[in-house]
T-cell receptor, first 117, second 115 residues
Framework: GAVVSQHPSWVICKSGTSVKIECRSLDFQATTMFWYRQFPKQSLMLMAT?????????EQGVEKDKFLINHASLTLSTLTVTSAHPEDSSFYIC?????????????FGAGTRLSVL | KQEVTQIPAALSVPEGENLVLNCSFT??????LQWFRQDPGKGLTSLLLIQSSQREQTSGRLNASLDKSSGRSTLYIAASQPGDSATYLC??????????????FGGGTRLMVKP
């Protein structure tokens, strides 16, 4: 149990286009989902925390107008990278926490590799 | 602000060796500490989670210890195998209620076990 699916696993796009990444909790309801960014050979940096039905909380230095997060249901959160540029190329990972007593656990998706040409 | 440091950043060992990965954190007010494994280009797999009240956790060939007062944790891997090659990340969860479920990650240790 506790599977988090992330789609797509890899996306290549042209500079200036927008890309949407989906994060789904397949067998549990997630009140909170997290979005991380990881550059090569570096650790995960938290970008934002999204709670179902409310606005996401962004970490300092993360542009909320560039990285749009929508957490419209208890099983789906999306991250849209708007007007992507080559410097946005990175590995994006989501995680989800159950709406249960196990809420202090995060289950991670497999990640999405974004390459902006 | 919590800072998590992992030493060494990279490690290469021959198969069969026992090894220790280190993690240190600056703020001892943690709820728990978690060790993850990440294979290249993949997501994270949780290995062990130690609550702040615990001293160690074991799973198979893995043993994680926690010394909260000194801000340290170690991950011990016994009889290493080539399949253990991956990046190992430690992360701490704060105790403050308003910080919720946030994790602060260390920079990771890239492990290579040579046959």
């Amino acid at each position: 149990g506790a599977v988090v699916s992330q789609h797509p696993s890899w996306v290549i796009c042209k500079s200036g286009t927008s890309v949407k990444i989906e994060c789904r909790s397949l067998d549990f309801q997630a009140t909170t989902m997290f979005w991380y960014r990881q550059f090569p050979k570096q650790s995960l940096m938290l970008m934002a925390t999204s709670n179902e039905g409310s606005k996401a909380t962004y970490e300092q230095g993360v542009e909320k107008d560039k990285f749009l997060i929508n957490h419209a249901s208890l099983t789906l959160s999306t991250l849209t990278v708007t007007s992507a540029h080559p410097e946005d190329s990175s590995f994006y990972i989501c995680s989800a926490s159950p709406a249960t007593s196990a809420r202090y656990i995060q289950y991670f998706g497999a990640g999405t590799r974004l390459s902006v040409l | 602000k919590q800072e998590v440091t992992q030493i060494p950043a990279a490690l290469s060992v021959p198969e069969g060796e026992n090894l220790v990965l280190n993690c240190s954190f600056t703020d001892s007010a943690i709820y728990n500490l978690q060790w993850f494994r990440q294979d290249p280009g993949k997501g994270l797999t949780s290995l062990l989670l130690i609550q702040s009240s615990q001293r160690e956790q074991t799973s198979g060939r893995l043993n994680a210890s926690l010394d909260k007062s000194s801000g340290r944790s170690t991950l011990y891997i016994a009889a290493s195998q080539p399949g253990d090659s991956a990046t190992y990340l430690c992360a701490v969860r704060p105790v403050e209620n308003n910080a919720g479920n946030m994790l602060t990650f260390g920079g990771g240790t890239r492990l290579m076990v040579k046959p």
